[in-house]
């Protein structure tokens, strides 16, 4: 497989904590991989420096021939780069409906003559189907985003970051801890909406402390530990790394446990 992403010798310091020590990894188109590690490993902050929230000291950012070092945060979702983060991120005083349709006129220039409730509303109807939020009832979808659950917050979330890529993309999603603070019956589920996205083309990178959005989800998984990439491979070799199971995982790590079996 030809990678998509390639990522080199990314640093990246904090005053004197070096949070990310020269880096390196690929990703392959449609592939579903997740970014493992302790608090403070520096997840985050490569997720930043994807993203284009933060610039990194040093190291190369190449998405599909596209070096985005000096992209601007603004212009990687043209490029079809994406992000969620650890709490969900959404407009909680607009409608449920709204976060959608805002994401989708945007792409195409909004105007102060537009009426919000009136814009693709067709398309924002079938994202709130994808994201698996079309039981609330339209009552519910045109309140306030702020009265979502949790669950339904980190959804929509989801879609909206997906609703803003180009159609024609094939893009990279970064999730930033997808299934944080849900229930496990809501982390499979919204772990199995993940991993369809790679199904339509799309490459997802996540970072997940819940070992069961890991393990049985992941093509493969990255192991972050102090700014170090310390492992790669597929789930059961990194399950049976003896550094990753002393340093992050446990001696006692069951994988099969983890991913429920499979």
Not at 115 to 123: F, N, S
Not at 139 to 163: C, I, N, Q
Not at 228 to 238: H, K, M
Request: net charge negative; hydrophobic share 40%.
């Amino acid at each position: 497989m030809n990678a998509v992403l390639t990522v080199k010798g990314l640093r990246q310091s904090y005053g004197g904590v070096q949070a990310l020590r020269g880096i390196d990894f690929e990703l392959n188109g449609g592939e579903c991989v997740a970014l493992i590690g302790p608090n403070g490993a520096g997840k985050s902050t490569c997720f930043a420096c994807l993203a284009g929230q933060q610039r990194p000291l040093a190291g190369r950012m190449v998405w599909r021939g596209q070096d985005l070092d000096n992209v601007p945060v603004e212009h990687r979702s043209s490029l079809g780069v994406a992000r969620t983060f650890q709490v969900a991120q959404v407009f909680e005083a607009l409608t449920v409906l709204q976060n959608l349709q805002l994401v989708l006129q945007a792409s195409r220039g909004l105007s102060v003559r537009d009426l919000l409730d009136e814009c693709m509303l067709d398309q924002a109807m079938q994202w709130i189907k994808d994201a698996g939020l079309n039981h609330l009832g339209i009552e519910v979808l045109r309140s306030p985003a702020a009265y979502l659950s949790y669950g339904g917050k980190k959804r929509l979330e989801l879609a909206m970051a997906m609703a803003g890529l180009p159609a024609a993309t094939e893009g990279l999603m970064l999730l930033d801890e997808p299934a944080a603070g849900l229930s496990p019956e809501e982390r499979s589920d919204m772990m199995a909406s993940v991993k369809r996205m790679t199904h339509g083309g799309t490459t997802v990178l996540y970072t997940e402390h819940n070992m069961d959005a890991v393990f049985g989800v992941a093509d493969r998984v990255l192991v972050l530990i102090d700014g170090q990439l310390v492992a790669q491979g597929s789930p059961q070799e990194v399950a049976n790394n003896p550094f990753v199971r002393e340093r992050y995982l446990g001696q006692n790590f069951d994988m099969n446990q983890e991913s429920g079996g499979a």
